[in-house]
């Protein structure tokens, strides 16, 4: 066994009293590491605070000068005392779910329903302490909704903007973030350090003891030496480096090895970790769960439960029903130029593959001319085969409206994974891990994939790839405010319509 990455300048060991006490400075945890890490989360907690309270001061200031002429009493400020509690709330719940851990603020992502559902919490909060105190009615309607209705993008972009600042201010070089010890066998270390790049994991790895392979033809007794002799030596390196997380790279395969190294390092001051290959590489959300009495690591959330279906369809159900009605003028009109712009029928029906694989035939504007070849063929930029009015709704989205009326049958949802031929899904679920699982939930009329400009011709199976890679985030991620982004970004966003033909 031999061990690794320690700073050369560390290796000759000094000899005066001055530099041994250097060496040991540069080697053990600073005293000062944990105060920073915590003034680090302190400091995005009193942000999103200000954030909070500033915005309801500007807002109340503003409106009580605009009415009087003249500045308020800090006396008179009721949105003070609100804004206080609301951030109050805020902050004491993301401080108790440790979404001000740096480990956190690092592999946090922006999540607007995580936060609007905190935000709508905080105001349940205020109107319960108001109606318990009677002070309602002395606080301004327009302040208080003002203030709802701006208060959550305040927040955001404060939090935003201090976790961009985090994630630029935290390398391996700054003493805020974990120090690392690796152990495994030379050709997992190897895979590991080959795979990430150690800027970006938010960590520093301090040292790494490599375990010998243990030779199969030598008696159990000789194994069972080597491994404790390699396991005694990691953990005195262990003990001496002090490192804040052990991570354990030996596969899950070998048993016995992964079990005596965890048996070996409980015995050290550190947080231990398995870490499986490169399995976990592939689900960055896995989380263990608990079904039952059974505890099992969850790799893909199961599909939606019935509350969820439920509320989704409402939602499909109602803005379909609505759309209908609003757009059907455009409708017609949209079939009349079809209709004097080439031969044919005004909607083309082609077979689809919907929820758990099930054929339904979506409803499209023909946007192409008829033509007695049945042999299918993906339109492709500048196609002949494309009309002139066809061309105008491609490029606008517009020849996928009939696809309301798929919403309605139950057969599509408004938001999710985009439909493709059958002879598509058959061809790319064969080249492409996990295509199939597009097939989890209703297809959509658009989706997460879509709005980012995914769309049109699939010219190799990477740009495929790349669409079912959304698509899977999509269903991994579900929530109905994630749906409603999407539906905004597929009206107002320019990447919706990019590669429209």
């Known amino acids: 066994m ?3 990455r320690l700073p050369e300048t560390f290796q000759p060991l000094p000899t005066s009293a001055e530099r041994r006490r250097t060496v040991w400075a540069a080697l053990l945890p600073r005293r000062s590491r944990d105060a920073f890490r915590v003034g680090i989360s302190a400091s995005v907690a009193v942000i999103d605070m200000l954030s ?7 807002i109340e200031y503003g409106y009580f000068y605009i009415l009087n002429g003249e500045v308020m009493p800090l006396s008179s400020s009721w949105g003070l005392q609100l804004s206080g509690l609301l951030a109050f709330v805020i902050v004491s719940t993301s401080a108790l779910r440790e979404e001000y851990a740096i480990e956190a603020m690092l592999a946090q992502k922006a999540s607007l329903q995580r936060s609007a559902a905190l935000w709508l919490v905080a105001w349940a909060a205020a109107l319960v302490v108001g109606f318990i105190t009677k002070t309602t009615n002395d606080v301004s309607r327009v302040v208080a909704l003002t203030l709802f209705v701006c208060g959550l993008p ?3 972009l404060a939090h935003a903007a201090m976790i961009g600042l985090v994630r630029r201010g935290v390398t391996p070089a700054s003493s805020s ?12 270390i190897a895979r590991f350090y080959a795979s990430n790049e150690a800027d970006s994991l938010g960590l520093r790895v301090v040292g790494t003891s490599y375990l010998r392979r243990i030779d199969t033809r030598a008696d159990a007794a000789t194994r069972h030496a080597q491994m404790s002799e390699d396991l005694d030596l990691a953990v005195s390196v262990v003990r001496f480096l002090r490192p804040d997380d052990v991570f354990i790279l030996v596969p899950w395969a070998d048993t016995a090895e992964v079990e005596r190294c965890i048996d070996a390092f409980l015995r050290v001051p550190a947080a231990l970790h398995l870490r499986p290959g490169s399995v976990l590489d592939r689900f960055p959300d896995m989380q263990v769960s608990r079904v039952g009495r059974l505890s099992g690591i969850n790799i893909g959330r199961r599909p939606l439960s019935i509350a969820e279906v439920l509320l989704k369809r409402i939602l499909d159900v109602t803005l379909a029903t609505i759309a209908l009605f609003a757009l059907s003028p455009l409708l017609a009109a949209v079939a009349v130029a079809i209709k004097l ?11 689809r593959y919907g929820f758990n694989q099930q054929p339904f035939g979506v409803f499209k504007f023909r946007s192409m001319k008829v ?5 299918f063929k993906q339109a492709s930029r500048n196609d002949s085969r494309i009309t002139r009015v066809g061309a105008f709704l491609r490029r606008s989205n517009i020849d996928e409206l009939p696809q309301i009326l798929n919403v309605l049958k139950g057969e599509m949802s408004l938001v999710g994974p985009r439909p493709h031929a059958l002879a598509h899904d058959r061809s790319f679920e064969r080249r492409i891990a996990l295509y199939a699982r597009r097939h989890n939930v209703r297809p959509g009329i658009t989706g997460w994939a879509q709005v980012n400009g995914l769309r049109g011709e699939t010219l190799t199976d990477l740009d495929m790839e790349r669409r079912v890679t959304h698509d899977l985030h999509y269903i991994d991620n579900w929530s109905i405010w994630f749906d409603i982004q ?4 597929t009206v107002f ?9």
């Open 341 to 351: 712009d080439s031969p044919g029928p005004v909607f083309f029906r082609q077979k």
């Open 493 to 501: 966003s320019r990447r919706a319509y990019r590669n429209a033909f």
């Open 52 to 58: 909070i309270v500033l915005t309801a001061m500007v």
């Open 486 to 489: 999407i539906m905004f970004q």
């Open 154 to 156: 305040a927040l955001m």
């Open 2 to 4: 031999f061990q690794d």
């Open 371 to 375: 033509e007695s070849d049945a042999v």
């Open 177 to 188: 973030v974990s120090r690392v010890h690796l152990v495994g066998f030379e050709d997992d």
